[in-house]
C-alpha cells in the first residue's frame, strides 16, 4: 500500500486560509487521493477526494501537484469546528473498502 | 436517511472472553468495512465484506473475524480478549466513493 506523509500538527487562525499538505512520492497511476477529517469524540468524514485535476466541494478544495506526488487540502476559510485530524489516503481503486490511515495531521484553529 | 449505527456503545471485558460488536450499514450499501483505532497505532484496517462476503483483509490475528448478513448488517468477533484489543472500534458503509463511518464501540479489556 503507497504511504502518504503529513506534518503532525498545524495551527491556523479563525477565518484564516488553511493549506494542509500531503506527500506521497510512490502513488500509482490509479490511486485515487482521499481526504478525511475526525472531530474529537467521532468517527471520520469524508472531505475530499480526487484523482488528477483540482477539486472543490462544500467543505475544502484539493490541489493536486502536476506530477501527483503530492496534494494540498485547503479550507478556505477555517472555523473553530474544523478543528480535527485531517487524514490523506491514497485509495486502490480495486480495493474501495480499504483505507489506509497514517497518523495525519492535527489542526488547531486559534479564536 | 439515518447514519451508520453501532452497537453497543461501550463494553468492558476481561482477559480471555470473547465478544461481538454489530454495525447497521446506511440502507443501500452494501460494503461494510471495520478499523480499531488505539492512540499508539492509530487507525488500522481489520476488514471489509460485501454482499456477506470477505473482500479484504488487514494484518490482525485470527482472533479477529466478522461476518456479513443478507440485510448488510455486520458484526465483527474478537475471541480470547487481551489488554491490547482495547481501542476504538469503527464500521464503516459505503456505496462508491466515500465512506461514513458509525461512532464507534469503545472497548476495555480488563
Known amino acids: 500500500d503507497a504511504k502518504t506523509t503529513q506534518p503532525n500538527s498545524m495551527e491556523s487562525n479563525e477565518e484564516e486560509p488553511v493549506h494542509l499538505p500531503c506527500n506521497h512520492s510512490?502513488?500509482?497511476?490509479?490511486?485515487?487521493i482521499h481526504w478525511y477529517r475526525q472531530l474529537p469524540s467521532q468517527g471520520p468524514e469524508y472531505v475530499i477526494h480526487g484523482l488528477t485535476s483540482n477539486v472543490n466541494n462544500r467543505m475544502a478544495s484539493l490541489a493536486i501537484a502536476e506530477d501527483r506526488k503530492s496534494s494540498t487540502l485547503i479550507l478556505h476559510r477555517a472555523t473553530l469546528r474544523d478543528a480535527a485530524v485531517y487524514y490523506c489516503?491514497?485509495?486502490?481503486?480495486?480495493?474501495?473498502?480499504?483505507?489506509?490511515f497514517g497518523q495525519g495531521t492535527t489542526l488547531q484553529v486559534k479564536p | 436517511k439515518a447514519g451508520v449505527t453501532q452497537t453497543p456503545r461501550y463494553l468492558i471485558k476481561t482477559r480471555g472472553q470473547q465478544v461481538t460488536l454489530s454495525c447497521s450499514p446506511i440502507s443501500g450499501h452494501r460494503s461494510v468495512s471495520w478499523y480499531q483505532q488505539t492512540p499508539g497505532q492509530g487507525l488500522q484496517f481489520l476488514f471489509e465484506?460485501?454482499?456477506?462476503?470477505?473482500?479484504n483483509k488487514g494484518n490482525f490475528p485470527g482472533r479477529f473475524s466478522g461476518r456479513q448478513f443478507s440485510n448488510s448488517r455486520s458484526e465483527m468477533n474478537v475471541s480470547t480478549l487481551e489488554l491490547g484489543d482495547s481501542a476504538l472500534y469503527l464500521c464503516a458503509s459505503s456505496l462508491e466513493n466515500e465512506q461514513f463511518f458509525g461512532p464507534g464501540t469503545r472497548l476495555t479489556v480488563l
Open positions: 510512490t502513488i500509482s497511476g490509479t490511486d485515487y
Open positions: 489516503i491514497l485509495r486502490d481503486p480495486r480495493n474501495t473498502g480499504k483505507l489506509i
Open positions: 465484506y460485501f454482499s456477506e462476503t470477505q473482500r
